[in-house]
C-alpha cells in the first residue's frame, strides 16, 4: 500500500507529521478530512487562537497531493463586544 504524509499546520508552526499506509488518494483524502476534524474536536480553541487550520498531504515522492483548511473569522460585530 501506498505511504502518504500528512502535516498538521495551524498558522506559522507546523504541530506535527504523521504517515500512513493507505488504500489510495480516495483513502488519502477521507483520512485527512477525519484527522483535521478530530484534531479540531480535541483542540476546538486552536482555530481560534491562530485564525487557520490545516492538513497538508503528501505522497512517499513528497508531492503535495491535497490540502484542507479550516479559517476563523471573527465578524466585526464581534469585536466591540467581547464574544
Known sequence: MP???FQIRSGDQ???SVEFDLSGTVAAR???VKTLGQMLCDNP???WDD???QIEVSDERGLTLY?????ALKAASTKFTGR
Do not use: K, M
Not at 490540502?67 to 479559517?71: F, G, T
Open 3 to 5: 505511504l502518504y504524509r
Open 45 to 47: 480553541t486552536s482555530v
Open 14 to 16: 507546523q504541530f506535527f
Open 30 to 32: 477521507t483520512e485527512a
Open 51 to 53: 485564525g487557520d487550520c
Open 67 to 71: 490540502v484542507v483548511q479550516v479559517c
